[in-house]
């Protein structure tokens, strides 16, 4: 059982241009969700989060949105640049999980120069 | 500041044989969660520990074992390993329960089974 899944295995966007990643979570205890960013052979490198109270939260080129009432969060780039092609998971984590994250399978994103 | 560091960067064992994966935390953080990424796939969620006890594990054999020392260390064990625990598994440390999501990876352990 699934419980946070990202439906898009893959991403091609021009450089310049807005990438939008998207995950749909099921678990409604759901009440903080991260989006990590990986590149081979590498750990995720934590990129931004954001807490059920919320809608939406920006850091830089990056913004994440929740759509609690959805289930769905997504990820803007804007704009996109040739170092963001990496792999994009997102993640969410419920009470009493302590940080355990439940992963998305991923997202690759390829940015074109 | 020293991030979560793991050892071996690669492992190949045969089939059977038994695997041990060390990972140390950031000094400070007393949570240790180990990941397994399987090729192709997502994170799956393997162990936690926190102040040396287990808290909590997903959806794997209980082949599956590890531990924590008291320098807030672990170790990954898995037994009579079969040619799909091949995958690189990440480590990751935070600050201890109820001090927020802050998970932060290493670069993890290549572990091949021939």
């Known amino acids: 059982d699934q419980q946070v899944k990202q439906n898009s295995p893959s991403l091609s966007v021009q450089e310049g241009r807005i990438s939008i990643l998207n995950c749909d979570y099921t678990?409604?205890?759901?009440?903080?969700f991260l989006w990590y960013k990986k590149y081979p052979a590498e750990g995720p490198t934590f990129l931004i989060s954001?807490?059920?109270?919320?809608d939406k939260n920006e850091d830089g080129r990056f913004t994440v949105f929740l759509n609690k009432s959805a289930k769905h969060l997504s990820l803007h780039i804007v704009p996109s640049q040739p170092g963001d092609s990496a792999v994009y998971f997102c993640?969410?984590?419920?009470?009493?999980?302590?940080?355990?994250?439940?992963f998305g399978g991923g997202t690759r994103l390829m940015v074109k120069p | 500041e020293a991030g979560v560091t793991q050892s071996p960067t690669h492992l190949i064992k045969t089939r059977g044989q038994q695997a041990t994966l060390r990972c140390s935390p950031i000094?400070?953080?007393?949570?240790v969660y180990w990941y397994q990424q399987a090729l192709g796939l997502g994170l799956q969620f393997l162990l936690w520990?926190?102040?040396?006890?287990?808290?909590n594990r997903g959806n794997f054999p209980p082949r599956f074992s590890g531990r924590q020392f008291p320098n807030y260390s672990s170790e990954l064990n898995v037994n009579a390993l079969e040619l799909e625990d091949s995958a690189l598994y990440l480590c990751?440390?935070?600050?201890?329960?109820?001090?927020?999501?802050?998970?932060?990876f290493g670069s993890g352990t290549r572990l091949t089974v021939v």
């Open positions: 520990y926190d102040e040396g006890e287990e808290r």
């Open positions: 993640a969410a984590s419920g009470p009493n999980a302590g940080n355990m994250l439940t």
């Open positions: 000094s400070g953080h007393t949570s």
């Open positions: 990751a440390s935070s600050l201890g329960l109820g001090q927020g999501v802050s998970d932060t």
């Open positions: 678990n409604s205890m759901f009440d903080y």
């Open positions: 954001i807490s059920s109270i919320k």
